[in-house]
């Protein structure tokens, strides 16, 4: 049996080297509804939003390179944080996870990392969320 559940995501990563350092999920969706609410963490920082280069490592053969990309997030006390939604769908046999970063002016984009549509109650969440 398949069951697919969403969680809202904090992520800090390190300005440096852009690894990811620890997150936070806040709220879980499951079947159109909340399901979890962990106020531990909360994105009351919205208003801090901005676009801000993150480093990002590539392989290229067998080489590592160092480079930029934007990514929409903050900076406080040395650490990146940025949004995210992440789409988890589990079965008997394996576990598969997909993320939706926020686009550079901060909405969301349309769709997963895998290509699957953004449910419209989690888009309406996330509005709520950002009026709060």
Known sequence: MKTIYY???IEM????YGDIQDHEHFLS?????CCDKNY?????DFKKLYCTDTVVWNTVG???????????????NNMGF?????KNESSDWSDHRSWAY???????????DCGS??????????????QN
């Open 102 to 112: 926020l686009n550079l002016d901060g909405t969301l984009p349309e769709e997963f």
């Open 13 to 16: 990563f390190d300005l440096e």
């Open 62 to 76: 067998s080489e590592f390179t160092q480079g930029l990309q934007k990514s929409c997030g903050y900076v406080d």
């Open 82 to 86: 940025r949004f995210c939604i992440v």
């Open 29 to 33: 969706f499951e079947k159109g509804k």
């Open 117 to 130: 549509k953004i449910p419209k109650y989690l888009i309406k969440a996330f509005k709520k969320l950002k």
């Open 40 to 44: 531990k963490y909360n994105i009351k």
């Open 7 to 9: 969680e809202f995501d």
